[in-house]
């Protein structure tokens, strides 16, 4: 039995304000756009990184749980394992091509079904919109993943795209 799944989630508390450094600013494909310097909350990251693919978002979540990425990615390895997911090695907190990050369908979805045990994920994964932040750093965020309005009984989670995969779940 897993003691704790989520890695953010299990060290992190939702209403934690994150001050966005300058190593999850400009990070490539999809983004919030952060700001060196801007603050948002945990769930304000966890919305950005789950509904519009923030690739920001999840940078600047990754270095609050662990002070860099490659402390983060180590704790993802072993946490897929903890979830019987042998088949996937994972270099970076957001998902965009390295010759050494790589998953399987079988592995992801043993991850999912973890992840989806925790209620506030499932919350978070379903919604079609959300705002977050406050101030300037208000945004209206919807989520990419038009499976949810488009086919019923859909209940989200992730898409995702690169280069190199195409689009995928």
Known sequence: R??????????LELSQQITIPNDAVGIEGSSLYLKAGEVLT?????????????????????????????????????????????????????????KEHYTTAYDLALITAEATKYPYFRTIIMSQKARIGDGESRRIIANKNKLL?????????????TKNSGRCL
């Open 42 to 98: 945990v769930e304000d990251l966890l919305y950005g990184m789950m509904l519009r693919s923030g690739n920001d978002a999840a940078t600047a979540l990754a270095l609050a749980v662990s002070g860099n990425v490659a402390d983060f990615a180590k704790r993802m390895n072993e946490r897929a394992k903890e979830c019987g997911a042998y088949n996937s090695n994972f270099v970076n907190p957001h998902g965009l091509h390295h």
């Open 2 to 11: 897993l003691t704790k799944v989520n890695i953010l989630l299990d060290n």
């Open 149 to 161: 309005h488009l086919y019923d009984g859909a209940n989200g989670v992730k898409t995702g795209f």
